[in-house]
């Protein structure tokens, strides 16, 4: 059963910066799709980013690319959410989530793309 154990959320002012990271475990990391998404009260749960299997292809959401980069280290079993110049609107739970893709190069963007999930961490951005 693949596991997925995010940290590095916390408060932070706005214009500020945060690394998140996602330890993931219980299956051949390189062999798994991984994205980022969030999600803030009331809202539903939308794309952040997402990385291919070796990290050569990345996607974002419009609002966010340029801001944020997504990383992967597959030595480590882990995958990163650089968020730099944050603003208030950033503020929400972020999920990493995993799928399992042993051939593919793409990344995916929908939350049904994606089996497992970690239990989220928070990030708040104070003005």
């Known amino acids: 059963q693949v596991q997925l154990v995010e940290s590095g959320g916390g408060l932070v002012q706005l214009g500020g910066s945060l690394r998140l990271s996602c330890a993931v475990s219980?299956?051949?990391?390189?062999?798994?799709?991984l994205g980022w998404f969030r999600q803030a009260p009331g809202k539903e749960r939308e794309f952040v980013a997402a990385?291919?299997?070796?990290?050569?292809?990345?996607g974002y959401t419009g609002s966010m690319k340029g801001r944020f980069t997504i990383s992967r280290d597959n030595a480590k079993n882990t995958v990163y959410l650089q968020m730099n110049s944050l603003k208030p609107e950033d503020t929400a739970v972020y999920y990493c989530?995993?799928?399992?893709?042993?051939?593919?190069?793409?990344?995916?963007?929908?939350?049904?793309?994606?089996?497992?999930w970690g239990q989220g961490t928070q990030v708040t951005v104070s003005s």
């Open positions: 989530a995993a799928r399992y893709s042993p051939i593919g190069v793409t990344v995916a963007y929908a939350t049904s793309d994606y089996r497992y």
């Open positions: 990385i291919s299997r070796y990290g050569d292809n990345t």
């Open positions: 219980g299956g051949t990391f390189s062999n798994y799709g």
